[in-house]
């Protein structure tokens, strides 16, 4: 069993309270800290065991913080777990560069989490051990191996008591802890859902909500409303299947995603339907039947549109929201995104962003091409999706006109218009038909 003091570094209350309670379950102390900043702070003052640190953070990163604490002679012993969503590849550099102990890919299971910690540990004390031998010059006292936590071994019978308790405390936090942040109300929500969890966005934010969600597996609708229109995102299993969205007067719903995203005509649209409601099959399945969309390029569109209204939900920092029961649209040809990802992709997309709308501050820009030779295109190098974006590019249409023409985001066509700029393929030209913004 542990005992140990362990430090653990996030900012998302959802993860802290799980990390919390599955290590004070094996006996362990927990120290928590919100943000880099706080973190070497609590490291100083409660000198922990060792050290969680989540890689992406306000104020100050996970790589800030390890190097930090490992420039730090009073750390330099001290074992820190990087725990990133990034991958292996991001992980195995960091190991490298800064010398910490191990990283743990986001998201996980709570047994290899405790079986990680206690492997660690178990490392540090029998180096310790063997450091205080080569010390004392005792050559035949070779260093005692510390008895090793259950969750290192894993019996049979840790899976299923790890799964318990996480269950336990993700059913207290909802029930609890949750409606002391935002409310809640019982039989029944604006949707008319059972158990709807209802509240405002400057209490409880969207990235958060959707972790909770993901976490307890829950399958039904967030609905956030704000003065500008609505957006709902459906849940299953706690993976994200589709998302929806009325804001500036986009139309919502399965319909908005086949008009706007998957360029569906309204005649195809409602031959499909009437077969549809006809003989009980998914629209999108009726559509590839009939062949007005093929299947593939109805997973591309379903897929690219959630994501759009997701990544866009995301920086929103007011509106109401509420949370029911009702379930998603059923399709053919379904997808399932998980939440961790898109949190991942979405706070990368907000940074570049920042850079994009340094040169195309708003979608109403008109651009012409600098270059018409294609093999000059082909020397720099551009990608399918720039090529597709740059054949478009007129001197007469703008942004907007672009990104309703080409089956790409509005992300993704900014960011092509934005290299294709940098690298002097296309200029600004002062004739502006539109007032959207970014």
């Known amino acids: ?192 859902g059972s158990a709807a969890i209802q509240g405002n966005l400057a209490a409880f934010r969207i990235v958060e909500l959707m972790q909770m969600l993901s976490l307890q597996r829950q399958s039904g609708r967030l609905v956030i409303t704000r003065r500008e229109g609505e957006a709902e995102i459906f849940f299953k299993g706690g993976a994200i299947v589709f998302a929806g969205s009325t804001m500036n007067g986009n139309i919502g719903g399965v319909e908005g995603l086949l008009k706007k995203s998957c360029r569906v005509g309204e005649d195809g649209l409602h031959h499909a339907r009437r077969i549809a409601e006809m003989t009980g099959q998914p629209l999108d399945g009726v559509l590839a039947q009939e062949k007005i969309l093929d299947q593939k390029t109805f997973g591309a569109c379903l897929k690219r549109h959630t994501e759009s209204v997701v990544f866009k939900a995301m920086d929103w920092k007011d509106g109401d929201f509420f949370f029911d029961k009702t379930l998603a649209p059923v399709f053919a040809n379904p997808v399932a995104l998980k939440v961790d990802d898109l949190i991942l992709e979405g706070t990368r997309r907000s940074d570049e962003w920042v850079l994009i709308q340094q040169k195309i501050p708003d979608f109403s820009m008109v651009f012409e091409p600098l270059i018409g030779n294609a093999e000059e295109l082909t020397r720099r190098g551009l990608s399918d999706m720039d090529l597709k974006v740059f054949a478009l590019v007129d001197g007469r249409s703008t942004v907007q006109d672009i990104i309703e023409r080409v089956m790409l985001s509005d992300f993704d066509v900014a960011k092509s218009m934005f290299i294709l700029f940098s690298v002097n393929l296309i200029r600004k030209k002062n004739s502006p038909k539109m007032t959207a913004t970014l």
């Not at 996030?10 to 362990?28: A, F, H, K, W």
């Not at 928590?32 to 989540?54: C, F, M, N, T, Y």
């Open 1 to 192: 069993m542990g005992g140990e003091k362990i430090l653990n570094i996030d900012d998302s209350p959802t993860v802290q309270r799980l990390i919390e309670m599955i290590l004070s379950s094996q006996g362990y102390q927990v120290v928590l800290a919100s943000d880099g900043e706080e973190g070497i702070l609590k490291a100083k003052s409660e000198r922990p065991a060792l050290i969680l640190v989540d890689f992406v953070m306000p104020k100050m990163n996970g790589y800030q913080v390890c190097k930090i604490l490992k420039e730090d002679p009073e750390f330099r012993d001290t074992p820190i777990i990087l725990v990133t969503s990034k991958g292996d590849k991001v992980g195995s550099k960091f190991v490298d560069v800064l010398g910490i102990s191990e990283y743990f890919t986001k998201p996980f299971q709570p047994e290899e989490l405790l079986s990680k910690i206690r492997e660690v540990l178990d490392k540090k004390a029998e180096e310790a051990a063997a450091a205080k031998a080569a010390a004392a010059k005792a050559r035949s006292a070779p260093a005692t191996t510390p008895v090793r936590g259950a969750a290192a071994s894993a019996p049979e019978g840790l899976e299923a008591m790890v799964t318990m308790i996480v269950k336990r405390i993700l059913d207290d936090f909802v029930q609890n802890t949750l409606p002391a942040l935002i409310g809640k109300e019982q039989g029944g929500g604006r949707g008319g």
